[in-house]
Structure formats: structure tokens, C-alpha cells
């Protein structure tokens, strides 16, 4: 059994940036987090944002950041191809398939650690641990988030159609992709 903090991106400012975002301040409490506790972190995204704004995916970003602030690069593992919170998930669990019983402690924002508290649980039958961050999103995602956690409810797995073109939306530098680039 291993523990391990999970860090989820959320967004990159151009170009390839992490200033002023809520993903840099999930990578501090995180960083705060390893700190006190010395846990393996998994940091989560991919390429989800034109070329004009992101040609590094995320979880590459969030490691250059850790290992700039202090983290050994062997206790990050970083996922670099996800596009959404689905895939956030269903990536670490392929890095990290080895450990049968891993103990997760999330780091996001409150709706977004409510969401991928669902899917863990059921998708993988996990109860992560959550640290839930209180930040202002704006009203219009705010209102998003709910619905997208009703979709996490009824999509475990993130296969049905809204998640799917979500994803497609957020195809960039992928080949067969008409957002390849």
C-alpha cells in the first residue's frame, strides 16, 4: 500500500505557464501537503489547449514546477496525456496499477475533489481522501460544475457522449484529430 497526493490540472496560461492559475495553486497545497507527509505525487494533464496557449502538456508543467520547489523527480509521477478529469483518473491508475491498494489524497478545487471523489469511488471502488480548495471560479463555471458532477454520476466511466466530445473538443496535437496540429 502506497500513499499518494493527486493533483489534477485545471488550466495553463500562455505560453506553457503556470503563473496565476488555479493549477499553480493546487500544486502549492500539494507541495504543502508533501511536505508535512513525504507521499508520492501524481500530477495529471495533457495537451487540452490550443497551440497558441499550450504545447507542453500540463503534468510535465506540474512536474518542472515540483522539482523547482523541492520534490526528488523519483517521488513524481506525472500523467501527460489526459484531457479531462476521466482521464486525469484513468491514467494515474494505469501509472500507478502495480499497487493494489493505493491510498489517494486529492488535491482541487471543492466541486472538482467532489467529482473525482464519484469517479474514483465508482469507477475504481476507491474512497480517495480529499483537500478540498475554496477559490472563486466564476458564477458561470460554478454552475457548470454541478452539472458536470450529475454527469459523473451517471457516467463512471467518462464514455458516454458528453464527456466523449468534451474530449474531442479538447484534442490538440493528437494525430487523426482534426486539431492536430
Not at 490550443?50 to 523527480?73: D, E, F, R, Y
Amino acid at each position: 500500500m502506497s500513499q499518494y497526493i493527486f493533483i489534477p490540472s485545471c488550466e495553463v496560461a500562455p505560453l506553457n505557464s503556470l503563473e496565476n492559475t488555479q493549477t499553480l495553486k493546487r500544486l502549492k497545497k500539494g507541495l504543502a501537503i508533501w511536505q508535512n507527509h513525504n507521499r508520492t505525487i501524481i500530477v495529471s494533464g495533457g495537451i487540452y489547449l490550443p497551440p497558441n496557449v499550450q504545447t507542453v502538456p500540463s503534468g510535465q508543467l506540474m512536474k518542472i514546477w515540483l522539482i523547482a520547489n523541492g520534490v526528488p523527480a523519483e517521488q513524481i509521477i506525472a500523467e501527460t496525456n489526459s484531457r479531462d478529469t476521466y482521464e486525469n483518473i484513468s491514467g494515474a491508475m494505469q501509472l500507478i496499477s502495480s499497487d493494489t491498494n493505493p491510498q489517494i489524497t486529492v488535491v482541487s478545487q471543492w466541486q472538482h475533489c467532489f467529482r473525482i471523489f464519484i469517479t474514483f469511488f465508482r469507477a475504481y471502488h476507491i474512497r480517495v481522501k480529499t483537500k478540498p480548495m475554496f477559490y472563486s471560479i466564476g458564477l458561470k463555471s460554478t454552475l457548470l460544475e454541478f452539472i458536470i458532477i450529475l454527469i459523473h454520476l451517471f457516467d463512471k466511466n467518462g464514455t458516454g457522449k458528453i464527456s466523449s466530445r468534451n474530449r474531442s473538443n479538447r484534442t490538440y496535437g493528437r494525430q487523426g484529430n482534426k486539431h492536430a496540429t
